[in-house]
């Protein structure tokens, strides 16, 4: 047997056994059940944030829930029949929520929580209303992605909402449900959707 071809099987060998050692060491993980005595859709977590004190916030399919590294608690917030889709924390503390039915905030400086609306229809779908990502904005502003409402820049401070919409026909009508965003370094958006693929938003220009 020639020298290239005992290092070829050496080098297949280890391979082999790196490969191996890899396998076996993820059956050394742990994974424990962190059990509460809750209904079915508070059991189905759809977001997690930790906020800067160490605690766990849990989007789930009927609100919010909080996990002290001990229990976990529901609050009895305006919140409790929303699908909770993601969760942010913006530079002032405030905490956020994108939902079926609205904007959520909590003010933790207040520990007040509330639901801005930004259509008056109370459709469950294809509206403002229905929350999907949420991004804050170097301004302080919050960039949101909605089921068929298009995207979203809300103020804070103001409560002013501007939307915008692409030009672009998907199959035979638009669609204008934006599934995610996110903040390029350069201060513009990308945008995923559910049918045009990803869109590139210029925000100084205000325009797709």
């Known amino acids: 047997m020639n020298s290239l071809l005992k290092l070829l099987i050496f080098t297949g060998l280890l391979g082999f056994l790196s490969a191996q050692a890899q396998i076996n060491s ?3 993980y742990k994974v424990e059940k962190l059990e509460y005595e809750e209904t079915v859709l508070r059991k189905s977590v759809q977001s997690l944030f ?7 916030w ?25 699908l909770i889709l993601e969760i942010k924390e913006d530079k002032k503390g405030r905490i956020w929520f994108a939902t079926t039915f609205g904007l959520g905030l909590y003010d933790q400086k207040k520990d007040i929580y509330k639901v801005i609306k930004f259509d008056s229809v109370e459709y469950v779908t294809l509206n403002r ?3 999907l990502r949420i991004k804050e904005a170097a301004d302080g502003t919050l960039w949101l992605a909605s089921l068929g409402g298009g995207l979203l820049n809300y103020n804070p401070e103001t409560g002013a909402l501007k ?3 692409d030009n672009i026909i998907a199959g035979a009508n638009h669609d204008y449900t934006y599934l995610c965003v996110e903040i390029l370094k350069d ?3 990308m945008i995923g959707t ?8 210029d925000t100084l220009k205000e325009k797709f």
């Open 26 to 28: 993820f059956k050394n």
């Open 50 to 56: 930790q906020d800067k004190f160490g605690q766990l």
């Open 58 to 82: 849990m989007g789930t399919g009927m609100g919010v829930g909080l996990y002290n590294g001990y229990e976990v608690n529901f609050p009895d917030t305006p919140l409790n029949s929303q």
């Open 129 to 131: 209303n229905f929350i």
């Open 163 to 165: 939307t915008y919409k």
């Open 187 to 189: 201060g513009k958006l």
């Open 194 to 201: 559910k049918k045009k693929g990803m869109l590139l938003f």
